[in-house]
DNA sequence: AATATCGTACAGTTTATTCTGTACGTATTT
DNA sequence: AAATACGTACAGAATAAACTGTACGATATT
């Protein structure tokens, strides 16, 4: 039979912090951002950087930056309790209909991005003169440009992907 | 009109690398994991270890622990050639496929090796002994317990959700 | 058998990321 | 208005990740 006391509690919630920060890191998020993510979940009300502060031991200015980036990727937010001074956050409602949310805006948005910017090397390199170039050249170009129509159609396919997810997406325990 | 030489046309090989691997990033590929994997995904044929440390301006000993790495992760394969003594790797045929089956897989890996992890704790907690504790402690426990429940139900349907992804996907230009 | 080539283990260096303390602007309290 | 409390910009310190050169075992060549 095992005794829970204070410090075994402690011990157990900072396993648990550390176990489930590895899978959001699966879902991009940084260690740092996680735990203090995990933190915040965990705690049934909101949090002060302070509170946030002492419960990870780390400073003020991390959990200020930290914040910052989870308040970014629409993870957390802050709330307002009259009469406290203080900043006041809390992980999101619907945590995991946000974090999915998130990771797939997140990824669609790089897709986007990264597709564009193929798309105008693309462009660049299928307007440009070839005159004067030997065979091998030729065939270089020939093949990085198919590579890049490839790839191209891969990041539209992640846009569309990622889309369907997030329509269909289907988990709500909460 | 834009000239093509030999210059320009490795600035945008070099460019298309970077910003493919960006890509790469989201599924869980390292930056430098990611470098190997388009330069070797971009060469038509397959290279030694010397011509992707050429190629990179790396190392040779970066090339042959990033194999490796992209071996474990089976997007790269070792392939023979009758009368060279070095070994030969290239991107695996199907690489989108497998790009997705690699990132699904380790995703579902992850979320079963956390959701286990937190089995075990929860079964820690629940099964040992609240005697002589205070109210708080008891209510601190139920919280936490309750969390977990929460959290071993998302690592769940992670698992599923993934697992639907792999039967279902749907990219095939190649 | 001796020599050369190849891939990788290992230890140390370089580079990038994360974290911290100080300092300061803003807002609140006295 | 002075003093206190709060959050964050910034620069430097600590930590983690990536990279490299040397050394060595294994295989191939001479």
Redesign the pocket.
Known sequence: MVLIDHHSIEDIQTKVIHEFSKTLNIFGL???DS?LFVTLYLHKSPM???EM?NAL????????????SLLEQGLVERVWKK?V????YQANENLYKNLMSSYIHKCRLAAGEQKSSLMKMENELSSSSKDGLNEEYLNRVDDLYGRMQDMIKFHEWIEETFHTLKTNRSFSDE
Chains 1, 2 share one sequence.
């Open positions: 940084s260690t740092a735990h002060t950087l302070d502060s031991g780390k400073s003020k200015t991390s959990m200020s930056t930290g914040i910052r009469g001074r203080k900043d006041l």
